[in-house]
C-alpha cells in the first residue's frame, strides 16, 4: 500500500501485524546547536552542498507527538560532537532528555579527546543503549590511538554504535569503509550500525555488513525520491538487502527531523522495495528489538 501522509503511517505498521516501529535514527538536540546545525541545513555549505529545507521545523513538544501519534515507539535522540569538549555535555543534556521522553532510548557519544575513555564508561553506567558519532562532521580517524580502548570497552558491552562513516552529503573528514573496516578487524565484537546504508558507497559497506556478524546498516534516506536523485540505490544489490534485512543486519532510520520530505516517504521507499512482509517487519521492529 501507498503510504502518502504521515496519517497513513500507523495504519501501514498495523497492517503488518507489528505493534508499532521502532527508528534508530532521530536527532533532538539542545536548543541552541539545533538552530546552528538547522541554519546549515538552510543555506548548505563545505559539509552540506546545497542544503535542504528541513520538513519538521517544530517545537520539541510536537515534534515528539507526531512521532508518537505514527506510532514510532523507541527512538534515540543523537547527539554528535564536532570538536573537544563538547562530548560529555551532549550526553547529560541527552539522558536528561531520555528521563522526560518514555520513548527515547537514552543516547550518546564521544570524540577523540582526553578523558574519553572516561566519560564513555560513565554513559554506559549511566544506562546508554546507543552511541553515535559523525566521521565526516567532527573530520577525525576512527583509527586514533585514543580511541581504540573505547572501541574495546563498546564492543565488551555490546552497545551499538551508529557511526556515519560514507559520504553522504558530501565527501569528507575520514569517511569510506577503511577506516571502520579497520576498527572492526580490531574489535570484532563490536556492534557498529553504518548510517544511511552506507550511501553512495552502498557495495561497499553491504561487504563490510555481510563480513562482519555485528555490523549492520540503517536506512536513513535511502530509497526516497531525494536520495535517488544524487546517489541511487543499485538494483544489482537488491538480494542482498533483502538477505541482510532476514539476518538482522538492516534497521529502520530516517533522520527526522531534518528530512525534506514526510517521514512516511522514507516508509513507502521500504514498501516499494517489494521484499516482502518479512523483511519490513524485520527491518522496521524485529532487528532493532533484538539490538537494544
Not at 505514527?70 to 560529555?88: E, S
Request: with cysteine.
Amino acid at each position: 500500500m501507498a503510504i502518502e501522509h504521515d496519517s497513513a503511517v500507523r495504519a501501514w505498521w498495523q497492517a503488518l501485524g507489528l505493534p508499532g516501529i521502532i527508528d534508530l535514527h532521530v536527532h533532538f538536540l539542545p536548543e541552541r546547536m539545533e538552530r546552528r546545525v538547522w541554519h546549515h541545513f538552510d543555506h548548505g555549505g563545505p559539509l552540506m552542498g546545497g542544503g535542504w529545507q528541513i520538513r519538521y521545523r517544530l517545537p520539541v513538544e510536537e515534534r515528539v507527538a507526531l512521532l508518537a501519534a505514527m506510532g514510532v515507539r523507541a527512538f534515540p535522540a543523537l547527539t554528535y560532537a564536532h570538536k573537544p569538549g563538547m562530548a560529555a555535555d551532549l550526553n547529560s543534556w541527552a539522558l536528561d532528555f531520555a528521563r522526560k521522553v518514555p520513548e527515547c532510548l537514552p543516547s550518546a557519544t564521544f570524540f577523540p579527546e582526553p578523558g574519553v575513555l572516561g566519560y564513555v564508561r560513565q554513559a554506559l553506567d549511566d544506562g546508554v543503549k546507543i552511541f553515535k558519532i559523525h566521521l565526516q562532521v567532527g573530520a577525525f580517524d576512527p583509527r586514533l590511538p585514543e580511541l581504540d580502548p573505547v572501541w574495546g570497552l563498546l564492543a565488551e558491552a555490546g552497545t551499538p554504535v551508529v557511526v556515519h562513516a560514507s559520504s553522504v552529503p558530501v565527501p569528507g573528514g575520514c569517511v569510506g569503509v577503511e577506516p571502520v573496516a579497520e576498527v572492526m578487524r580490531r574489535h570484532p565484537h563490536l556492534r557498529m550500525v553504518v548510517a544511511h546504508l552506507g550511501m553512495p558507497e552502498y557495495e561497499d559497506f553491504f561487504a563490510l555488513a555481510e563480513r562482519h556478524e555485528r555490523v549492520a546498516l540503517d536506512t536513513t534516506m535511502a530509497f526516497t525520491d531525494f536520495a535517488a536523485l544524487l546517489m541511487p540505490f543499485p538494483a544489482e544489490l537488491r538480494p542482498r538487502l533483502r538477505e541482510l534485512g532476514l539476518a538482522g543486519k538492516v534497521l529502520l532510520g530516517s533522520d527526522f527531523p531534518t528530512i525534506p520530505y514526510a517521514y512516511a516517504h522514507q516508509l513507502d521507499g521500504l514498501d516499494r522495495l517489494d521484499l516482502g512482509d518479512d523483511w519490513l517487519r524485520a527491518v522496521c521492529w524485529e532487528n532493532a528489538i533484538r539490538m537494544i
